[in-house]
């Protein structure tokens, strides 16, 4: 693989994004940082921010920069992130349950769809967001999240009632379902993570190698097999039947959001594991090539930020409006373009020479 001036860029990311995380760190609350740079909704004197600082901790981590922070700022990011649990265990920020509130339920209402009418979907998956930055921390909750499915009956209740013809979205909960009992402290953990990867391997599509019912749309089957092998790598079980038929499948993948141009990367980079480097080995690192031009597109090197859209901030966080959109980088864009150039290089054969760590999904 030549590498050219398109691909110098990325070795410049740990001397330009850490400057960009200093102008989003808040002046008043120890441990808070912003959204995006000068268009957020809210600033510092509410109470919200608990992803935003997650993702500044995955950034810090990716970047093999966090355990090098101060120890006082690890602390402050820790103890602000466990500020927002609940006495259930949960971890979730109120302003964005709030301010998503119509949107979930006038969806509810379109879908007919109600499991989410009151942000339980967001209260689960901004828990899962939470932990792992924790435990990059070195820190765990205060206290441990158990109101997930926890026995055979309830897991399979629970997979059958999720929308699997939207696989995006039930791949997720799916992973989540993973995480959760497999960071808990059930007997039979083991055989309960079993029991949900052979439920779901039912759903494998012999024609794509994803997880679905119906035939939904290229980027619910790409981002929905994201999702399912997140899980099955927190499981520590990568292991799927079709992985040929999901590099072809991912090979056919457009641009997006910051999701969208990750999920595909991480898709394939774990199928052509599963499948061998045999397998279509030029087209992968040709695609993976190429997609590290498209995430320059979304990079500000002047500031040091990846926007989450085409050159402009995220509005949208769990369906909560919290910025205006400018033309700008954001935290949560970084985060994930960062996490995307820790796979390709590993596609590439240069990981070693940029020194980035993969986050554990």
């Keep these: 693989m030549i590498w050219g001036n398109d691909t110098k860029w990325i070795f410049k990311l740990k001397e330009e994004v850490p400057g960009f995380l200093e102008e989003l760190k808040g002046k008043e609350i120890p441990g808070f940082f912003h959204y995006s740079l000068s268009g957020d909704l809210y600033d510092e004197t509410i109470r919200w921010?608990?992803?935003?600082?997650?993702?500044?901790?995955?950034?810090?981590?990716?970047?093999?920069?966090?355990?090098?922070?101060?120890?006082?700022?690890?602390?402050?990011?820790?103890?602000?992130?466990?500020?927002?649990?609940?006495?259930?265990?949960?971890?979730?920020?109120?302003?964005?349950?709030?301010?998503?509130?119509?949107?979930?339920?006038?969806?509810?209402?379109?879908?007919?769809?109600?499991?989410?009418?009151?942000?339980?979907?967001?209260?689960?998956?901004?828990?899962?967001?939470?932990?792992?930055?924790?435990?990059?921390?070195?820190?765990?909750?205060?206290?441990?999240?158990?109101?997930?499915?926890?026995?055979?009956?309830e897991i399979d209740r629970y997979l059958k009632k999720l929308d699997w013809r939207k696989p995006w979205g039930a791949g997720s909960l799916f992973s989540h379902l993973i995480f959760f009992i497999k960071n808990s402290d059930l007997e039979d953990k083991e055989d309960l993570v079993e029991f949900a990867i052979e439920w779901v391997s039912r759903l494998e599509s012999p024609k794509t190698g994803s997880w679905y019912k119906g035939n939904p749309s290229l980027q619910q089957k790409v981002n929905g097999a994201m999702k399912v092998i997140t899980g099955l790598k927190v499981a520590d079980r990568m292991e799927f039947k079709y992985p040929e038929k999901l590099i072809d499948l991912c090979l056919l993948a457009g641009r997006g959001d910051a999701c969208d141009n990750f999920n595909v990367i991480y898709a394939l980079h774990y199928a052509s594991k599963v499948a061998g480097d045999s397998y279509r080995f030029e087209d992968v690192r040709r695609f993976a090539l190429e997609r590290l031009g498209i995430y320059k597109d979304y990079y500000f090197p002047e500031i040091g930020g990846f926007s989450f859209l085409p050159q402009k901030a995220n509005m949208y966080y769990y369906g909560a409006k919290i910025t205006k959109g400018l033309k700008e980088p954001d935290i949560h864009g970084t985060a994930m373009f960062l996490w995307g150039i820790s796979i390709i290089t590993q596609i590439l054969g240069v990981d070693e020479a940029l020194g980035f760590n993969e986050l554990m999904p």
């Design 49 to 153: 921010g608990l992803g935003n600082t997650a993702c500044a901790v995955k950034i810090y981590y990716t970047l093999d920069l966090l355990r090098t922070l101060p120890k006082k700022e690890r602390e402050d990011m820790a103890k602000f992130i466990k500020s927002f649990q609940k006495e259930d265990g949960s971890i979730s920020d109120p302003l964005i349950r709030k301010r998503a509130c119509l949107r979930n339920i006038l969806s509810s209402i379109k879908e007919v769809d109600f499991s989410n009418v009151f942000g339980q979907r967001t209260i689960i998956g901004e828990t899962r967001l939470a932990i792992p930055a924790l435990m990059l921390l070195g820190e765990r909750p205060k206290v441990p999240y158990q109101y997930f499915p926890n026995t055979k009956e």
